[in-house]
C-alpha cells in the first residue's frame, strides 16, 4: 500500500529519476510508520491528491511527491481521526524532515488547491478504491493483464476511471479476441440457418403426415361405404327370395 501511494503521487507530479522515488518511498514509509496513522486515512489523502490534480487541470501545479503527501495526510487525518496528529506532531513524524511553519504552508495551499471540499460521497469512495486497486494488481502483474483481468476488475470503474486507464490488450489477446468474435459470429450464422431448415423440415413432415391422414380416413370411410352398401344389396335380395312365390309340387297320380 505505501508502494502503491509513493507510485500514485509521482504518477502525478512530473517525472521523478528511479532513485528519487525510491527515496519517496523510503520516506513515507518511515513516516506512516511513526505515525501509526489508519489505512482509511492513507486511502483518504490519495482521494484528496487526486482531485486536486483533477480539478486543477488547466493550472500548472508545482507540488513535488513530498509535498503532496505531506499535506495530504495532515488533512486527510485531521478529517477522519477523532484525535489527529497535530502539525507540530508531524514534524516529528518526519524526524524533522519539514519543520512546523513549512507544514503549516503545505497544509493551506493543499486546502486551497482542493476548494476546502472535505467530503467524499460513499460511491466515490468506493470507485476509487477499486480504480488503486486496478492499478495495484496491474503494477505487481509483471506479465500484464489478459483480456478476462481487464474486464473483471474494471467492470465496477465508471467510464472516467476507465479512460484514465487507457487500457490496451496484448497483441496476442487482440487477436484472440478477434478471433473469438469472428468464431461467435460464425457459429450464430450457422446455428440460426441449421434451426432454419429443420424448421422447414419439420412443417414439411406435419404437413405431410397430415395429408395422409386424412387421404387414409377418407379411404376407410370409401371403403366402409361400399361394405355397407354391399351388404345392404345382400340383404335386399335375400329378402326378395323370401318373398317370392314357390313353384308347383309335382301332380300325383291315382
Known amino acids: 500500500m505505501i508502494d502503491l501511494a509513493a507510485a500514485f503521487i509521482a504518477s502525478l507530479v512530473r ?9 519517496n518511498v523510503n520516506f513515507i514509509r518511515k513516516t506512516l510508520s511513526r505515525a501509526q496513522v489508519s489505512c482509511s486515512s492513507l486511502l483518504l489523502s490519495l482521494w ?8 486543477n487541470k488547466n493550472r500548472n501545479l508545482a507540488w513535488s511527491a513530498r509535498d503532496l503527501f505531506i499535506a495530504s495526510i495532515v488533512v486527510a487525518d485531521k478529517f477522519l481521526a477523532d484525535a489527529a496528529w497535530t502539525n507540530a506532531d ?12 513549512e507544514i503549516n504552508r503545505l497544509e493551506r ?17 468506493f470507485h476509487f478504491c477499486s480504480f488503486l486497486e486496478f492499478q495495484l494488481i496491474a503494477t505487481a502483474s509483471r506479465v500484464g493483464l489478459s483480456y478476462g483481468d481487464i474486464r473483471i476488475l474494471s467492470e465496477n ?16 489477446e487482440a487477436m484472440w479476441l478477434m478471433a473469438r468474435t469472428v468464431a461467435t459470429i460464425c ?6 440457418v441449421l434451426a432454419g431448415y429443420a424448421l422447414r423440415t419439420y412443417i414439411l413432415a406435419a404437413v405431410r403426415y397430415t395429408l395422409a391422414h386424412y387421404a387414409h380416413k377418407e379411404i376407410h370411410e370409401q371403403a366402409m361405404v361400399m361394405a355397407a352398401n354391399a351388404i345392404g344389396q345382400l340383404a335386399i335380395d335375400h329378402v326378395r327370395q323370401s318373398a317370392a312365390p314357390s313353384s308347383p309340387s309335382h301332380a300325383l297320380t291315382f
Do not use: I
Open 15 to 23: 517525472q521523478v529519476p528511479v532513485e528519487v522515488l525510491r527515496a
Open 48 to 55: 484528496y491528491v487526486d482531485q486536486v490534480f483533477q480539478n
Open 90 to 101: 508531524w514534524v516529528a513524524n518526519t524526524n524533522n524532515a519539514y519543520q512546523l511553519m
Open 109 to 125: 495551499e493543499f486546502l486551497h488547491d482542493l476548494h476546502y471540499r472535505l467530503y467524499v460521497p460513499a460511491q466515490s469512495y
Open 157 to 172: 470503474l465508471p467510464k472516467v476511471y476507465v479512460d484514465r486507464l487507457h487500457l490496451s490488450l496484448r497483441p496476442f
Open 187 to 192: 457459429v450464430v450464422y450457422v446455428t440460426t
